[in-house]
């Protein structure tokens, strides 16, 4: 049977194993839409914004490891899709991302609602198609997924002009068994000699470390990680991307390292002789200054992208592969091997770590305690949602302090549960990208963590949420300001907080909810904050806006002295250094 | 440091961009650039000069390698190899003709066009000996010139293999 350029698209899209599309229509894209009200294969999510579309898809792939697809029309439909583009692309997140172009014989004629998609998102995608065929069009998106999910996975846009998805033009169906390109062959398997160099040096470490990040959750490899460290009992610490990748409760488990990491992971960096970096990427708010950077430490760099090794810190042992490979091939090398890791020495440098963490740790328990402040004190929100829910939620969260806060204070044992915008810091990110992975998983808890500033960047969102009954729970921690911004201001220009803070201006959020068809509720009095949670999280059926005020002079702490600071040196508290 | 990159890509629309775009984005400049198709024409082959330091280079590289479209990445200037730039230059003909003529002579010049006002000639050789000899000849002399960039071979057997 002969189909058109359109129904050619449902077809891949549904032979892709396709089962949700978030996307928004317009001209340049209506052949398709009408071609999707007439198939059955996937569903399509209607959202509010473009912006949204892609953080929906987003965290439906971080929430499921399966790539997330987006459908927009041309020009302001496209452009509204980049800020999500650029969003995935900074986390390595794989998207396909179709956008209607107008017809081929306008191209280039500046008609309506035409831009160049192609040339506008080309520093933000792992690859770009733009259909010159329509019968093309199924061995693009073949093509487009393979890249989308193999290697360091990243988002790929399909322009399709209007007229390719003509329904009186009709083409054969035809799809490729095994698909392969010639001028892309990502490694998988580590190099066998790099494996040994790798194990004889980690086993004849004292102080070493593990630094695992998002690389070992999109290449699944939190089996591995684990199995590895049962071997080496070190010390790990995740990205902010990497929660999750190695279980918080594990009891060598540091927390996150980095800008706002803690103590001892920080201090554990530093003073490393072997640091084991697994999937991450060494990234300016991880190794503060380069040059200052771990001085005695040998780094044995374990990535599938060649281009992130070496970029920032030199590594003396690179190793190119898939992380999951790589490590397999990593235990298998260290069981085999003669030489025994020393595991006094790594026993007296866990007892360092302890040490670090009980002189500066993070105090855990704030919520059990009677604080100075009238205010509910941040962390402790954050704290008490954990408790609530018994940490087994998917958390998604927008961008500046309560992202961190979560980040420190609720405890991921599992991979794929904490869902941000790490290298992008997209505001808006959290509502659309909980509503992905509500819809990825329907009957499991989704909170989005949110500030009154993030909130507010993709708010029209919730109107989605009541269209599709999504159940999520919004935690805005509201300090009626910009948080991060104004802490900034506070450490940096001497309190002057310049376009940080709009207090008589915000919306009464619990009444926004509302009219949006949903529950909204207002908590001031760290008293009511458990059970105004606990009354949020029984009413199952409906989405919950929990709008918490929480003293807005909070800081976020430990924080690196930058610049001119290496690892060891961070803010503690309040003018504080350690 | 100078450095020559040979870059065989996909001749397809946009993958010239891909690889253009790439050096500004990550902050690099390109000084010559040359492009065009070769086997089959499906392939095309780029020479680009571009400046910096050997970690400099290594992650333009890698980064290159990254484009889909590009097939092989190699650093001329690694090894031993030929580098050679074609020009096109015009010149006023009573303006010291024969000077211009005898420098452009050790560079392969050849005649194109003469006619009673102009002069139109072309040359090629190492980019340093055309350097010098466009500075010889001087900017006042010159009406007008086309430049190749760099074109280059690694030396010997080695190749960019598809």
């Known amino acids: ?578 | 440091m100078k450095r020559i990159l040979s870059i065989l890509i996909e001749n397809k629309p946009g993958a010239l961009a891909r690889v253009v775009g790439l050096f500004h984005q990550r902050g690099y400049n390109i000084e010559t650039l040359n492009v065009g198709p070769v086997f089959d024409g499906t392939y095309s082959r780029m020479t680009v000069t571009t400046r910096g330091s050997e970690n400099d280079v290594e992650q333009i590289t890698k980064q290159i390698n990254k484009i889909i479209d590009v097939i092989k990445v190699s650093d001329l200037t690694e090894g031993e190899h030929h580098e050679h730039e074609f020009i096109l230059i015009k010149f006023n003909k009573f303006k010291q003709t024969t000077k211009i003529q005898k420098i452009l002579k050790s560079l392969h010049g050849k005649m194109l066009e003469k006619n009673k006002d102009v002069i139109v000639m072309s040359a090629f050789g190492s980019s340093s000996n055309i350097e010098a000899a466009i500075k010889a000849i001087g900017k006042t002399n010159l009406l007008e010139i086309a430049r190749s960039g760099s074109l280059g071979l690694h030396e010997g057997e080695k190749i960019l293999k598809i």
């Open chain 1, 1 to 578: 049977m002969k189909l058109s350029g359109g129904d050619l698209l449902m077809r891949a899209l549904k032979d892709e194993g396709v089962k949700f599309i978030f996307g928004y229509p317009g001209g340049a894209a209506l052949h398709i839409y009408d071609s999707i009200f007439r198939q059955k294969a996937f569903e399509h999510i209607l959202v509010r914004h473009e912006q949204g579309a892609t953080h929906a898809a987003d965290g439906y792939s971080r929430a499921t490891g399966k790539p997330g697809v987006v459908l927009v029309t041309s020009g302001p439909g496209a452009t509204n899709a980049i800020t999500g583009l650029a969003t995935a692309y900074m986390d390595s997140i794989p998207l396909v991302v179709i956008s209607g172009q107008v017809q081929s014989h306008l191209i280039g004629t500046d008609s309506f609602q035409e831009t160049d998609m192609i040339g506008i998102s080309r520093p933000i995608v792992k690859h770009s198609f733009m259909v010159q065929e329509a019968k093309d069009i199924p061995r693009i998106i073949q093509e487009a997924f393979h890249i989308a999910t193999t290697g360091r996975p990243g988002p790929v846009v399909i322009d399709i002009p209007k007229d390719k998805t003509d329904p009186s033009q009709l083409f054969e169906y035809k799809r490729v068994k095994d698909i392969s390109l010639r001028s892309y062959q990502p490694r998988v398997l580590p190099h066998p000699g790099q494996i040994k160099k790798a194990s004889k040096n980690i086993l004849s470490a004292e102080r070493p470390v593990i630094y695992a990040g998002g690389g070992v959750i999109l290449g699944n490899a939190h089996k591995e990680l684990t199995a590895l460290n049962k071997l080496l009992k070190a010390p790990v610490t995740n990205t902010l991307m990497g929660l999750g990748a190695y279980p918080a409760d594990n009891k060598y488990f540091m927390g996150m390292l980095g800008m706002h990491g803690t103590y001892q992971a920080n201090m554990a960096m530093h003073n490393a002789d072997v640091i084991i970096a697994i999937g991450a990427r060494f990234d300016d708010r991880i190794t503060n200054t380069p040059s200052m950077f771990s001085p005695n430490a040998r780094i044995i760099h374990i990535d599938v992208d060649p281009a992130s090794i070496s970029k920032i810190i030199n590594a003396d042992i690179p190793i190119v592969g898939q992380v999951r490979e790589s490590l397999v091939a990593l235990i298998k090398e260290i069981k085999r091997s003669k030489i025994k890791i020393d595991s006094e020495a790594v026993e007296s440098w866990n007892a360092q770590i302890t040490q670090w963490k009980a002189k500066h740790g993070l105090d855990h328990e704030l919520y059990l305690k009677k604080t100075k402040s009238k205010m509910i004190v941040p962390q402790v929100v954050v704290q008490e949602l954990y408790q609530a829910t018994n940490g087994n939620a998917y958390v998604t969260s927008d961008v500046g302090q309560h992202q961190m806060f979560v980040a420190q204070y609720y405890h991921f044992n599992k991979p794929r549960r904490w869902i941000n915008s790490g290298g992008l810091g997209t505001m808006g990110f959290g509502l659309p990208a909980a509503m992905g992975v509500k819809f990825a998983f329907p009957n499991q808890e989704v909170v989005c963590v949110t500030g009154e500033g993030s909130i507010q960047m993709c708010i029209q969102e919730l109107s989605t949420c009541l269209q599709y009954n999504l159940p999520i729970k919004i935690i805005n921690i509201n300090n009626e300001a910009l948080g991060m911004v104004r802490q900034w201001q506070d450490m940096n220009y001497g309190g002057r907080h310049s376009a940080s803070t709009y207090s008589d201006s915000l919306p009464d959020f619990v009444k926004l909810a509302q009219s949006y068809g949903h529950v909204g509720m207002k908590v001031t009095k760290q008293s009511q904050l458990r059970k105004t949670l606990d009354k949020a999280f029984a009413m199952t059926d409906r989405l919950v806006f929990v709008d918490v005020y929480v003293d807005p002079n909070e800081h976020v702490y430990p924080m690196l002295v930058s610049p001119n600071g290496s690892m060891k040196d961070m803010w503690i508290k309040k003018n504080t250094k350690a």
